[in-house]
């Protein structure tokens, strides 16, 4: 029995408090952080009060702000005196006083090219002045451009009548000799020479197409040919640029003789390019293709 037990025995009251609240309480307490959060709830319920009480509060009537305003500034302590200010864009007129008025529907521009060098002179900036203008007038008047002219064509040097230039076409054209078969056996081979043949000249003739020529290359030193089909063997020193069974493209080079079987009949033509040089001519320098046309005994007989 405990003596120094004195009246009744008292219960506590059984409210616990959350887990979390307990954890934060203890954190802010080792932390030393319990007053600042202390005054943080104090702040957070008085601040909207105290806002609330001096929003209230509004000017006795008649008072205007205007009122207000001199009052303070008349009888306040300070002694500093508020004037009202409107800003505002100023008057047009002021800002354009310097400039003179004038009528959109009357010719300003009247002056000619070269009146302002005689007689007002011409400013640093290219500009010119007309004579009788006002100094102070800040207007510059810019003289009409005059009406285009045409100018008088020069006089031909070479004494033709002046027209258009004509066009000068260049194009490259070659020699070559062609030495023919004998058609029978024990027989002179025939020898011809044919020089300036242009693009697309067949060889060795145009009822014998054996090769055609498609131009030279770009240094101008191989004259391209095409093959044709009914070739059936070439003999030379010439390259092959296109075919691998059949050549259907071959370069040659002048000096270099070169062979050709054509037709079924297998006749030789020995074909070497002479020269390749370049011509100038007043249109397309273009050989005609095809058979030649055959001639009637009308014109054979003429």
């Known amino acids: 029995m405990n003596f120094l037990k004195k009246g009744p025995e008292l219960k506590l009251s059984e409210i616990k408090v959350p887990g979390f609240l307990r954890d934060i309480y203890y954190d802010l307490k080792d932390r030393h952080l319990l007053p600042v959060a ?11 009060i105290a806002v609330g009480q001096s929003g209230s509060e509004e000017p006795a009537p008649g008072e205007t702000p205007e009122a207000i305003a ?22 047009y007129r002021r800002r354009l006083d310097h400039r003179r008025a004038q009528d959109p529907f009357v010719q300003q521009y009247t002056g000619q090219e070269g009146d302002g060098a005689g007689e007002g002179g011409t400013d640093e900036g290219g500009v ?20 285009p002219t045409r100018a008088p064509s020069p006089e031909p040097a070479n004494g033709n009548d002046g027209g258009p230039d004509k066009l000068t076409y260049y194009s490259y054209a070659i020699d070559v000799r062609i030495s023919a078969a004998a058609s029978e ?26 090769i055609v020529y498609m131009g030279s290359t770009k240094d101008g030193k191989k004259a391209v040919m095409t093959v044709s089909s009914d070739v059936q063997a070439i003999f030379g020193d010439a390259k092959c640029v296109l075919g691998s069974d059949t050549c259907q493209l071959l370069a040659m080079e ?3 003789p070169q062979t050709f079987v054509y037709g079924g009949a297998g006749r030789a033509y020995k074909i070497e390019l002479l020269k390749i040089h370049l011509v100038e001519s007043d249109k397309l320098n273009r050989a005609p293709l095809g058979k030649p046309k055959k001639k ?3 014109e054979q007989s003429g």
């Open 254 to 256: 002048p000096d270099l």
């Open 185 to 210: 056996p024990g027989g002179e081979k025939k020898v011809t020479v044919r020089r300036n043949l242009p693009e697309l000249t067949m060889l060795p003739s145009r009822e014998t197409p054996a």
């Open 296 to 298: 009637n005994k009308a």
């Open 38 to 48: 202390a005054i943080l709830i104090v702040a957070i319920f008085a601040v909207p």
């Open 70 to 91: 001199a009052q303070s500034s008349v009888g306040g302590a300070s002694g500093e005196l508020v004037a009202k200010s409107a800003p505002g864009l100023r008057d």
């Open 128 to 147: 010119e002045e007309p004579s009788g203008a006002s100094t102070g007038s800040s207007s510059i008047e810019i003289p009409a451009a005059p009406a």
